[in-house]
């Protein structure tokens, strides 16, 4: 019996956009305009890598770059500054 496919992020990504019409582009500069306010003060302080929570969730930042989103019911780890 054949193994069952997965479907990668990527794929599942474009289906969304390609298939389903959203706005992927749009959203992606939505949330960074909804986010550089907080991320331009924390890079003043010399800080690239951050959580800034915002309507009850939580965005991690990692050098500059918003690596994932997590819910009120998760717990974001704290981030080590780099040596």
Known sequence: MARPLRVCDHALL???????????????????ESLNRAAGAAE???QRDMTIAADGFHY????GVVVTV?????????IRPRA
Do not use: N
């Not at 474009?14 to 500069?29: M, P, T, Y």
């Not at 997590?70 to 704290?78: E, I, Q, S, V, Y």
């Open 44 to 46: 003043q302080l010399g």
């Open 60 to 63: 991690v930042v990692v050098k």
């Open 14 to 32: 474009r289906f969304i956009e390609r298939v389903g019409g959203l706005d992927v582009e749009g959203l992606r500069r939505h949330l960074a």
């Open 70 to 78: 997590l819910t009120p019911a998760m717990k974001p780890k704290r």
